[in-house]
Antibody, heavy 122, light 106 residues
Framework: EVQLVESGGGLVQPGGSLRLTCVVS????????MNWVRQAPGKGLEWVSS????????YYAASVKGRFTISRDNAKNSLYLQMSGLRVEDTAVYYC???????????????WGQGTLVTVSS | EIVLTQSPGTLSLSPGERATLSCRAS??????LGWYQQKPGQAPRLVIY???NRANGIPARFSGSGSGTDFTLTITSLEPEDFAIYYC?????????FGQGTRLDI
């Protein structure tokens, strides 16, 4: 069974930092590109970042570029999102989501984690 | 950035009825459009990919159609578990974008 489990969310002050982790199981992690997608409370979905299977290709949404860093450790079946310079508007549930292929080019998200809530507030 | 506009915002139907949800793109996305279902407190679930292909485990009552800028998700004979929010998403052009969602209510 494919599973993606996020952790690391919480309350942080504006300007602060947070690191999210997604641990996966049930599939060969190193064969798939991975993503972070977020959803502000009561709002729609927003793609945040993508990383190819071997970390060769990385992409960010304009809203987070320069502040967030995506990375992965294929030996640990883990995906990360290092967030810094956090803003109130970054408040959202952050989902880890899998692409069906190894490429980080735009694709569909075929499996999702349950999400972790990040709240940016003073 | 491609803007996806979904209509209606809310669709109120009863079990057994047919649901038709629309998604319009601000420019052509060819057939590179998908649909997701999201229930309260849950992650989205891929329903349709590349306009008309059902994802793994999706019942045959779900179907997708369209190409270019106009797309439709049809659910024939609604089941109670189908009531949720549905989002469309395009993978044609950077960045990936989503529609604002259609709430399917009983």
């Amino acid at each position: 069974e494919v599973q993606l489990v996020e952790s690391g969310g919480g309350l942080v002050q504006p300007g602060g930092s947070l690191r999210l982790t997604c641990v996966v199981s049930g599939f060969t992690f190193s064969d798939h590109a991975m993503n972070w997608v977020r959803q502000a409370p009561g709002k729609g979905l927003e793609w945040v970042s993508s990383i190819s299977s071997s970390s060769n290709y990385i992409y960010y949404a304009a809203s987070v570029k320069g502040r967030f860093t995506i990375s992965r450790d294929n030996a640990k079946n883990s995906l990360y999102l290092q967030m810094s310079g956090l803003r109130v508007e970054d408040t959202a549930v952050y989902y880890c989501a899998r692409y069906g292929s190894s490429w980080a080019d735009p694709n569909f998200f075929d499996y999702w984690g349950q999400g972790t809530l990040v709240t940016v507030s003073s | 950035e491609i803007v996806l506009t979904q209509s209606p915002g809310t669709l109120s139907l009863s079990p057994g009825e047919r649901a038709t949800l629309s998604c319009r793109a601000s420019q052509s996305v060819r057939d590179h459009l998908g649909w997701y279902q999201q229930k309260p407190g849950q992650a989205p679930r891929l329903v349709i990919y590349d306009a008309s292909n059902r994802a793994n485990g999706i019942p045959a009552r779900f179907s997708g159609s369209g190409s270019g800028t106009d797309f439709t998700l049809t659910i024939t004979s609604l089941e109670p578990e189908d009531f949720a929010i549905y989002y469309c998403q395009q993978r044609s052009t950077w960045p990936v974008t989503f529609g604002q969602g259609t709430r399917l209510d009983i």
